[in-house]
């Protein structure tokens, strides 16, 4: 059996004396592993990098081996993106996130919203939007077009915790301890500041732990947290 795809570079992890799987996100295919022979030589590890899209060519006896990759670097980004911390912890944050995806399951909109923010300036509240459309992507996504309580549409302002439902600012009045910030960047309104978006990444960081790295005993990315720190900075 044998493919050809283009596909972004997620993560790589050393197997044997000169080969590495790869792991990369295909369109039309969605996260897919691979054996790259080879892959350690100098040549082959500069194109390896998590952050490059690459030109895939997968080939296997049988649909559900491992089977092994060919790869050909279509833009390199790798370079760029460790010349910038602020860049490269997103593009690691964004592959981790990506990572998390079941296989072989396409995400053709998830991997498009991923090369978008790799290929412009960081965007705090595109990344936010990311983490909300993984969620959904993964089943477990936020209800945040209407109140829970009153079923209005207008005045939004927190998340039930638990249920990931909006709450209008008058039912979330006598709750206000227990409920999570809706922060406006995550329902397009406005420009995000400092505070919304770091209101964003804690509601999308919450839901991300009770249902993905809670449950999986995954530990959260370290680089989410760095990036989160630098983009929710007052100057």
Known sequence: ?????????????????????AEAMVAGRGRHLGLVRGGRTPR???????GNTIQLTWRARLEDHLGTFSIELLQARAADLIADRTRLYASQT??????LLPERDPHDRLLGMALDMLDAPIDGA?????????LDDLGFGLDLTSCAVTGETENLTHVSPRTGRAV??????PYL????????CLVGRGNASPDDLL???RLTGHFLDMHVWGPR????????DALVDILTRHE
């Not at 964004?94 to 990572?99: M, V």
């Open 1 to 21: 059996m044998e493919w050809i795809g283009e596909a972004l570079l997620i993560g790589v992890r050393r197997h044997g004396e000169t080969s590495v799987i």
């Open 44 to 50: 082959q590890a500069a194109a390896l990098q998590p």
């Open 94 to 99: 964004i592959c981790d996130l990506l990572r």
């Open 126 to 134: 595109a990344l936010a939007r990311f983490e909300l459309a993984l």
């Open 168 to 173: 209008s600012r008058l039912a979330a009045e």
């Open 177 to 184: 301890d227990r409920l999570l910030p809706l922060a406006t």
């Open 199 to 201: 209101a964003a990444f």
């Open 217 to 224: 005993n995954i530990t959260p990315p370290a680089t989410r």
